[in-house]
């Protein structure tokens, strides 16, 4: 029977100042109370399933590291060893074994630096040798390498019985070698590497109106959005026009506005309803 895999380590994140305007599309992702992910409070995210990363300072023979290395990768299933790949010369990421303090509770540091998109260009796994050893090859190294590359690519830790759990104790009991990650936690790396981007269209509810937004709840990455009514309107002639309903939410409004106009081959017309005039001051239409 399958177990779900529960990282429990203390990973402690440096987080790299970069200047610049980060990606807006992650703005888009606020978490509800089931949401089973967390990214970064920065934004700064991978972007992209794709990346390199170095093995420096390991014991073991180098197929046997990213052997174990790419089954952490692999765990996540939305990512796999074949888009992060093991490259001696990467100058992006590396994974470092240090020979570290076997008293420190936890097994990996994670830093990274990311571009004035908030794109994540280089990424350091520094793994405490001592701990990551001592820690079963095929079972819980394996579990160790999944959270730390949920970090590299930019979510963050949580209470939660997935990857990306957050530690208390600071030690992992025994998993099996079919443990996996749930597919609401697969959401967060998902959106982190662009495979899912809140757009027009999507498994949406729209809820919660004001006089402006909308709440847009997404059922696939349990998160939600605000948005702009998108509305229909009636013309009232030159005084102006209704907005009647927006086409998504249950607001409506009988708040008459005034046109706004563009103009084309001799006529003004309105940018939001089909009236259109020789004279914007209220002349004929």
Known sequence: ????????????????????????????????????????????????????????????????????????????????????????????????????????????RVTINANTSGHINKWKIKIFRDN????????????????????????????????????????????????????????GMKIVTHQHLHGTTGNYTYSEPTSTQHKVSCSDCNSYFLQNHTATYTSLGATGHRVTKCTHCTYSSTKTEPHTFTYRSGRYYCNSCDYSTTDPGGGTT
Not at 134 to 163: C, D, K, V, W
């Open 132 to 187: 990551y050893y001592n820690r079963s090859e095929n079972e819980q190294q394996p579990a160790y390498m999944a959270h730390a590359f949920g970090l590299a690519y930019g979510l963050e830790p949580m209470i939660t019985n997935g990857a990306m759990n957050k530690s208390i104790s600071g030690d992992l009991p025994g998993l099996g070698t079919n443990s996996y990650i749930p597919e609401s936690e697969k959401m």
């Open 1 to 108: 029977m399958k177990k779900t895999i529960s990282l429990i380590m203390m990973v402690v994140l440096i987080l790299s100042y970069v200047t610049g305007s980060f990606a807006g599309t992650l703005a888009k992702f606020e978490r509800n109370s089931s949401t089973d992910w967390t990214l970064r409070s920065d934004l700064k995210h991978m972007g992209s399933t794709s990346t390199t990363y170095k093995i420096t300072e390991y014991t073991r023979p180098i197929n046997v590291e990213v052997f174990f290395t790419a089954a952490g990768i692999n765990k996540w299933g939305c990512i796999s060893s074949t888009q992060c790949t093991y490259d001696k010369d990467s100058t992006v990421g590396e994974i470092y074994f240090d020979d570290g303090d076997v008293q420190v509770p936890y097994v990996a």
